[in-house]
DNA sequence: CTAATATTTATTTTT
DNA sequence: TAAATATTAG
């Protein structure tokens, strides 16, 4: 029974309700049992989670803290939260509302001895993990060239998804990364996570359902505790986060999670679909409501995505639709353009025509498929001299400053922590090399020590030369007394005494290169952000969990993002260049995974299309270079899905583009019956020829050009075929060097 | 131990 | 092409 019962008219009177629609509000209200909502793009989704929140809250179902709501960003925790507050006040503070890792990480601090940790553990991020994972595969004497650790690590965080701890990985599972060795190498690395009292991210999860399955009563206590949980962005929940979901959720049933099967993206990040599909299934009598009334874009621009996605399959079906006018709404703008310049040349202009009709920049967004699209645009729009950010890249907390700062703090915090102890020990250079440090780790394993104390142990002793001896025992000194100044100290002037008497500081005045004043500015900042925590502690868990990508500093300036970081927002204007094959959609998810991962690159579509109010514009280039060789390129089949009345095309004459063909193969190829399998076993699109073309050689004539002829092409000048096949051309110009081009594109000279 | 040179390899990255 | 990484020479 819920604490309070609440008579049912102060649900029916409650204020908050009747701003909702018919769909939004049965969302709301139902509080009993499991609830999946469908939301479509631009439903309200965000409403309808922390209105429902509002009212569990209000007519007194629950305590605040008895409530879990788990997003999959900061950014979208702390918008919940901010609404939540400003509709309720004070008491959203009790919620636990947050990522999937930072409740983990929170309830793994409360019980961390029953998994083999203490409470202070660290949180490694990729680099640790893969520094670690190569001393690993060092270890075992594994040719890291031939098996990257880098894919191991990959392998290892699927199993991690997937909820698999080293023994329930089934026996076929290993995979043949070094003969199947992956699986010992992760039983290795969990080992040595163990011991130097870290976790992944993975592990935040994976070791909640470790002690959710071995400790009975601590599962029983959380399930009680939380009488009502929430879930945003389902669709990219994975196997350990529907397993702690679903742990949970046992005991009161009331689950309420909110997705969009039309908006997963993640599936390389090992999110299952699946989870939504099934969720009638895995949760008998489940409510499912559907948000099917968009109130972000125009008719055209809903057709557009509508279209595109159709043509997926196994989706779940929503029918987007809105109120608003069709007469005031512009088509999709499509256009071909000759290349990836050309391409930023045209975007810049209609942005400058944008802002010329009063549009705000901070209003217009270029959404790529990959992060090296970004640059042709920045080239352009510094010529323009047009203000823009690019969202995603490097992290504040990823730069080598920062981290190098962190180990050192880590390292008081956390004596255990080798990775962080690896990391500065010789950072600045004080004499500390590889001989030394290998030494260091060769009595660790001996005595099962951590560096640290096995570096006491080697100043007391006599193997080490002298000068080794007297630099570590300096280190070690230093550490102590930093360690023993933390108590009594702020951590804020504990990093600046740490930073100046450990040389770092120093180092970087004397470094001459020209970003050595940037990154001491960098340090400066990491001061200043850790003013704003109480503690040690809290800052580097805020560190490891919660620093996210520069805030919107609120300029007026264009976003160039991915199109995987532009989920969940949207803009008034929106491009979406580069839609070519190869690229959009890209041929390594097709070469990786067939029709599923054709499908997601449409979905990707569409979220790019859905992020558009008013405005969206398509484009695609004949000519790309990419790896620093010219392809041609043909456009991508996702624009021949745009139902044609939504659409404007505005080409160049000749520049419509070769339209994608399934060459060879049947009509449909990636329809309904057949997976895309064979185009993993597809040719090569172009076959050199062996040998140079010789007179009176016999080649095949194919798209009237043979190798061996001499031809113009418009951008590269004069050349000669070296090899043919179908309609594409390898040509060795005179001035543009090797290139691979459309025979559309060259003529006879 | 550092610096110069050769080699390799290219999506997406909420935490 | 260009950045990141590995190797080798000093």
New binding site residues.
Partial sequence: MPPFAAPAETTAAAPYLAALNPAQARAVEALDGPVLVLAGAGTGKTRVLTTRLAHILATRRAFPGEVLAVT????AAREMRERLEAMIGAAAGGVWLG?F??LGARILRRHAELVGLTSNFTILD?DDQLRLLKQLVAAANID??RWPSRVLLALIERWKDRGLTPDKVPPGDAGDWADGRALALYRAYQERLATVNAVD?GDLLLHNLTLFTAHADVLAQYQQRFRYLLVD?YQ?TNVAQYLWLRLLAQRHRNLCCVGDDDQSI?S??G?QVENILKFESDFPGALIVRLEENYRSTPDILAAAAGIIAHNRGRLGKTLWTRADAGDSDKVTVRGLWDAEQEARWVGDEIEALQRRGHKLREIAILV????QTREFEERFIALALPYRVI?GPRFYERQEIRDALAYLRLIHQPADDLAFERIV?TP?R??????LQALHQAARAQALPLVEAARALIAGDTLPRAARSALAGFVTALDRWRASAGRVPHTELVQTVLDESGYTGMLQADPSPDAPGRLENLKELVVAMAEFENLAGFLEHIS?VM?NAADTGGDLVSL??L??A?GLEFDSVFLPGWEEGLFP?Q??IN?NGLAGLEEERRLAYVGLTRARRRAYVSFAANRRI??QWQASVRSRFIDELPKAHIETVNEPGLGGAPYRAAAEPAAPWGADRPLVHSRARPPLLVESVRPPGRGQEVPKVGGFRVGDRVFHQKFGYGTVRAVEDNRLAIEFEHAGDKKVMDAFVEHA
């Fill in positions: 999959f960003t900061n950014k990522t890792h930072a990729t890291e060239r991210f962005e990219d993640y390389w990040r999110a498929r990959a992060g090296f995603g010789n250079r004499g500390i090399g590889s001989a030394t969990l996210d993002m991915t995987h970081s989920k890209s390594r998810s990786e790896h620093g």
